[in-house]
């Protein structure tokens, strides 16, 4: 009956296993959500895509923080009552036990860790994308101006920043959010290079931005020409919030700008005039796919 020594200290477990419980039962509760009460589809906001996955990450961030001391502590205790009930001390098994508890602990510190450089990291993005759509916003004058901008849309494999529609063409703005580089005695680089497929920060290099602002664009253009049936002019804009912008090539097809001023850049654009009647179209395609097309497995790039 020697297996009976190693089930009887499960019971000094039970406490620890009702309060995962408890903790699971209150991460369920968590949801941030917000339907609107017209017509119960998702409401969205600029950077809607990163505040869902912001306040997942902190969801998981609660349940590692809250789980893991209890992860941690069960071989502990299960070892104290393996204590209680031997007849005989052997350290070898109290030493495993004891490392156990070390390689939980290390496994849930890395767990920690990751969900505070992931929140760190969404917070930027998020932060960078109210930045530029509360400069669209400047855009919205429904009585004086006829522009209309649109937040997380919907493509087929990705989701689209905004797209901001004008008299005067479709611009679709991505947003890329990226920490600027600080030298030893405290001084902030912030400067980036814009070349035609290349951005040099200070100390890296991506081409990556770029080709996914070409990417959206390009899709753009092809599916209003599908559901229209003729071609409009799409430009497209990559906004990097808090660089300052040096161009040493420009591109017809696509623009780096810093953010600031973003509305009445777009305004001052002329790619082409739209009638009255393509504009209306255009506006009613892309708020049908808006509500039609939202898929949760998207993500957008930070």
């Known amino acids: 009956m020697t297996w009976v020594y190693y089930l009887l200290p499960l019971i000094f477990l039970f406490p620890l296993a009702a309060a995962a419980v408890v903790v699971v039962a209150l991460r369920s509760l968590h949801d941030a959500r917000v339907h609107s009460p017209f017509d119960a589809h998702p409401l969205r906001e600029p950077g809607q895509s990163l505040r869902d996955r912001l306040d997942k990450a902190f969801s998981?961030?609660?349940?590692?923080?809250?789980?893991g001391p209890i992860i941690t502590l069960a071989?502990?205790?299960y070892g104290m009552g393996r204590m209680l009930f031997s007849r005989q001390q052997n350290w070898v098994e109290w030493a495993l036990y004891g490392a156990l508890c070390t390689v939980l602990a290390i496994f849930v510190s890395l767990r920690l860790i990751r969900d505070y450089q992931r929140i760190r990291r969404l917070k930027l993005g998020l932060a960078c994308e109210l930045a530029v759509g509360q400069e669209l916003d400047h855009l919205i004058h429904p009585e004086a101006h006829p522009y209309y901008v649109f937040h997380d849309v919907p493509a087929d494999t990705f989701l689209i920043d905004h797209v901001a529609v004008t008299p005067h063409g479709v611009f679709v703005?991505?947003?890329?959010a990226r920490t600027p580089a600080m030298t030893p005695d405290g001084t902030i680089r912030n400067h980036v290079t814009v070349e035609h497929e290349r951005l040099r920060f200070p100390g890296w290099n991506e081409r990556k931005p770029q080709h996914k602002a070409r990417q959206a664009t390009r899709w753009v253009a092809s599916w209003l020409n599908r559901e229209l049936g003729q071609p409009v002019p799409v430009h497209g804009i990559l906004v990097l919030p808090g660089w300052k912008i040096r161009h040493e090539a420009r591109s017809a097809d696509l623009e780096v700008l810093s953010g600031e001023g973003l509305a009445a850049h777009i305004d001052a654009i002329r790619t082409?005039?739209?009638?009255?009647?393509?504009h209306d179209r255009i506006i009613n395609a892309l708020h049908q796919r808006t509500l039609s097309a939202q898929n949760p497995a998207l993500a957008p790039s930070i």
């Open 173 to 176: 703005i991505e947003v890329r």
């Open 75 to 77: 071989p502990l205790v």
């Open 60 to 67: 998981i961030l609660f349940l590692n923080a809250s789980l």
């Open 272 to 278: 082409g005039d739209i009638q009255q009647d393509v």
